[in-house]
């Protein structure tokens, strides 16, 4: 649909019932190798690892070194050195950072970790400035709930001592 020039991605997305970005993360699956593209087929390595794996071959900026970096991130993933989808967005986050000088330690140290990469290129600091606002993102909601049910007055001593303890750390924390 999209290739014959009928559909935009938007539009096939809203034929099909889904995302914009769900249309480009399946049409950009075609950009991999016909390897990539048969693992797809058996089922030997799952969806969201390919996408995330795609998505870091797109900050890759060498063309020529793209296809070494997927089959050596398609190998981690296949003999188990990555194991979490978070382990290929620690290496997108370290490309993010020093682009492909971490690309070309993926394809060229088989040992070469996505914890190592993020240490060497301080992406470590942006993953904990971002687990630090999501959680109080989430904090954030649980509060306005329990504003909203009046849960304080609900709560024993040990809960008051909890919730006082956690305005004593984020004052802390802000300082």
């Not at 996408?51 to 870091?56: F, K, S």
């Not at 997927?70 to 290496?91: P, Y």
Request: hydrophobic share 40%; charged share 30%; no cysteine.
């Amino acid at each position: 649909m999209v290739n014959a020039g009928e559909l935009n991605e938007k539009e096939v997305g809203e034929v099909l019932g889904i995302s914009k970005k769900t249309i480009a993360d399946l049409l950009s699956l075609l950009n991999m190798s016909n390897r990539t593209q048969e693992l797809i087929v058996s089922k030997r390595i799952s969806y969201p690892f390919l996408i995330r794996i795609n998505r870091l071959l797109n900050k890759v900026e060498d063309d020529n070194l793209r296809p070494k970096v997927e089959k050596a991130m398609i190998e981690r993933t296949l003999n188990g050195t990555i194991k979490r989808i978070s382990q290929v967005d620690d290496f997108t986050s370290a490309i993010k950072k020093k682009g492909d000088v971490i690309a070309k330690k993926i394809v060229s140290s088989p040992n070469y970790t996505s914890f190592q990469a993020m240490k060497e290129t301080g992406a470590d600091d942006i993953k904990t400035a971002n687990q630090i606002k999501n959680g109080i993102n989430w904090t954030v909601t649980i509060i306005n709930k329990a504003i909203k049910n009046r849960a304080w007055e609900k709560l024993d001593n040990n809960g008051q001592t909890a919730v006082k303890n956690l305005r004593t750390k984020l004052d802390q924390f802000i300082k």
